[in-house]
């Protein structure tokens, strides 16, 4: 049977991670599987950290505390918890509970022989106008770019084989990672899907994903990046 690593990265979350990590301790254990939970402090400046230190890791079962400073980005936290994952498959979702953990069941049975990659589909986005806008923006830029992969591309709420890490080179530290891994698995022939999955609205703290900064980083590590895919591919034609 398949093991798990559940990755969640969390940037300032004070109000939302006992919640979350209890929310998929809960879940895990219900799976039937090993499994460990890596919960990634980006750098956070509130107590994030502090808090999983003391009241999570003494009490949650398979827990695990990553933590690196300073602040790297989504894209840097959620190597990190790659790096330390244990397990056969990965997944990972947000600290800030706009997922139903409970639905990994729905990815994990989307998960056959033959598929790389699942992910989730936020096809009710709970999400303000600006935040979908630039998603839909986003969505079709990369298209464009590298073809179809999935509908949702930046939905926090995946799950993957660990080998096909062996297969792809992760650069992004920022808001482009989701798109680096699927573009890249895409090019080499590896079969992604998706499934649609319960979104909920931000009841605390404050996203980061609309901040003019990451935006414009994402746009400058998409266009770097599909340089270099191309040229990744070139030479592994070239080797093979």
Known sequence: MSSLSIVIPAYNEEANIVAAVEEVSHVAQTLGMDYEILLVNDGSRDRTGEIARTALTPRIPHFRLVEHFPNRGYGGALKAGFAAATKDLIAFTA???????????????????????????????????????????WNMVVLLLFGRTIHDIDCGFKLFRRNILNHIHIESDGAMIDTEMLAALHARGFKLTDIPVTHLPRTAGSPTGANLKVIVRAFRDLFKFRLRLWRELRQEKRTA
């Not at 056959?112 to 699942?118: D, G, Q, R, S």
């Open 95 to 137: 600290a800030d509970k706009q997922f139903k953990f409970s639905e990994i069941t729905l990815l994990l049975d989307k998960l056959k022989p033959e598929v790389a990659l699942v992910s989730g589909w936020r096809v009710k986005r709970q999400d303000n106008f600006i935040r979908r806008l630039n998603g839909r923006g």
